[in-house]
């Protein structure tokens, strides 16, 4: 029994190492095929790679065809509202001047050719609506640049447009700060040149002794004062009136009366919104008062609907028509293009609508835009912004310009060229002058007379 027994064991020994290698064996093989799956996984990943090297040449290839891009201009500016006048007639010009660059195939910035479409956004020159339009033109839309009115809402705008970094352009010079490195003004030098006004009126006519300066109660307004009433001491005109009014007057009877009873020889309108300038003009007109109207800028076809043209003969202001023959050896204004061009153009296409210079300074203002990009070879708002302050004799409306601003602003970004003066002769505003903000801080006091209204009107940066 025992023998057999032993004999037994040895089989069933024997049976369990026959089945513990065919174990052994399955084992293996299926270690083989687990193997060599990741090797045919391996071999994807390898054709996969393969993929993002097709697509990265093809950018290279469109770069050597000619790569081609969209810039986003944002246009947050007043388009409906009582300050509609400033902000709606420059989509008239911003249109155009789009338009020429569009027709013209794009214009080439770096290695790549760029078309432009406008972006608008109506704050109605209110501040918290523009600091919105302004987080949605750059988050939401990828603007490339911001064009404002200015005042309040270039204020409201400014922190945000500091952190991306996104060049800004203001038609309010005042606006400049020195902590806000991406605002620039380029294409209006206001509110300098109602010093400049005063100079031109003084000189014109040397009769005039006695100034009243009417402006809204604003930041644009007070600016206006302040340069004014710096002009008049700077050329010995008496100040009899400097009352700023409140932004909800709409009847200026009384306010006129008042200023007629202090005799003034001129009426400065100063900054005041078009709709103001006609009601302000039909008083003194109803109320007999004759003399001389300036102004920083005009909206004629509201004013000549409330008084006759004879009544604005001599008027003066900075703002030429662009038909006028003076303007003729100021060669190119925008996109390679004339001023004549752009007159004929917008008169085209625009028959009803009423000109000042807000029809073309938002355009002319994204045409400074596109000088720097160039100058960069780059659409990326760091790198214009610095082309534009390293700019030297750069190209924009009435000839070149050069920065200036440290005196009165706290930083050198508004760019000043020589400007026009206007008289309105025939109901028509024609160049009869030239002057130069720079030329006239350097003269004498007139730097010390302009910071003590700076002062008096709370707007030094000393």
Not at 426 to 449: H, L, Q, R, V
């Amino acid at each position: 029994m025992r023998k057999v027994s032993s004999y037994k064991l040895i089989v069933i020994a024997l049976g369990l190492m026959l089945v513990l290698g065919l174990m052994l064996a399955a084992c293996g093989e299926e270690e083989t095929e687990t193997t060599a799956a990741p090797t045919e996984t391996t071999a994807a990943p390898t054709e996969t790679t393969a993929a993002p090297t097709e697509t990265t040449a093809a950018p290279t290839e469109t770069t050597a065809a000619g790569a081609t891009g969209v810039v986003k201009v944002g246009m947050n500016a007043p388009l409906s509202g009582g300050a509609a006048a400033w902000g709606l007639p420059g989509m008239e010009g911003l249109t155009i001047i789009t338009n020429w660059y569009n027709e013209a195939g794009g214009v080439k910035i770096g290695d790549t050719t760029y078309t432009f479409e406008i972006v608008e956004y109506d704050n109605q020159a209110i501040p918290d609506e523009a600091l919105l339009g302004a987080r949605k033109l750059v988050l939401e839309d990828g603007c490339s640049l911001i064009l404002d009115l200015g005042g309040a809402t270039s204020a409201s705008m400014a922190p945000f447009l500091t952190e991306q970094k996104i060049p800004s352009f203001t038609l309010i010079a005042q606006d400049l700060k020195a902590d806000r490195p991406y605002l620039f003004a380029v294409t209006d030098n206001f509110p300098t040149y109602h010093a400049l006004n005063v100079r031109f009126i003084k000189e014109t006519y040397p009769d005039a002794k006695k100034m009243a300066i009417l402006s809204q109660d604003d930041e644009i307004g007070i600016a206006a004062v302040a340069w004014s009433e710096a002009g008049a001491e700077v050329d010995g005109l008496e100040v009899v009136y400097d009352e700023p009014f409140s932004l909800d007057t709409t009847d200026f009877a009384q306010i006129v009366t008042k200023v007629l009873a202090s005799e003034p020889d001129i009426i400065n309108l100063g900054a005041c919104y078009p709709e103001y300038q006609a009601l302000i003009c039909e008083q003194a007109y109803l109320q007999g008062w004759e003399g001389i109207i300036t102004s920083a800028c005009w909206d004629f076809g509201a004013i000549l609907a409330k008084v006759p043209k004879e009544f604005m003969e001599g008027s003066v202001s900075n703002f030429p028509d662009f038909d006028d023959p003076k303007l003729v050896d100021k060669g190119v204004f925008a996109a390679g293009k004339t001023y004549q061009e752009f007159w004929d153009v917008w008169k085209a296409e625009y028959p009803d609508s009423s000109y000042s210079e807000i029809t073309w300074e938002y355009g002319s203002a994204l045409d400074v835009w596109v000088w720097a990009a160039q100058q960069a070879g780059s659409i990326d708002g760091e790198a214009v912004s610095q082309a534009l302050r390293a700019g030297k004799d750069v190209p924009r409306s009435f000839g070149t310009g050069n920065w200036t601003g440290m005196a009165y602003f706290g930083i050198d970004q508004l760019l000043a060229p020589t400007v026009p003066m206007t008289a309105i002769r025939d109901g028509k505003p024609a160049i009869e002058g030239w002057k130069n903000i720079n030329e006239w801080m350097a003269e004498g006091d007139n730097a010390a007379i302009l910071e003590k209204y700076l002062v008096k009107w709370n707007l030094s940066v000393q």
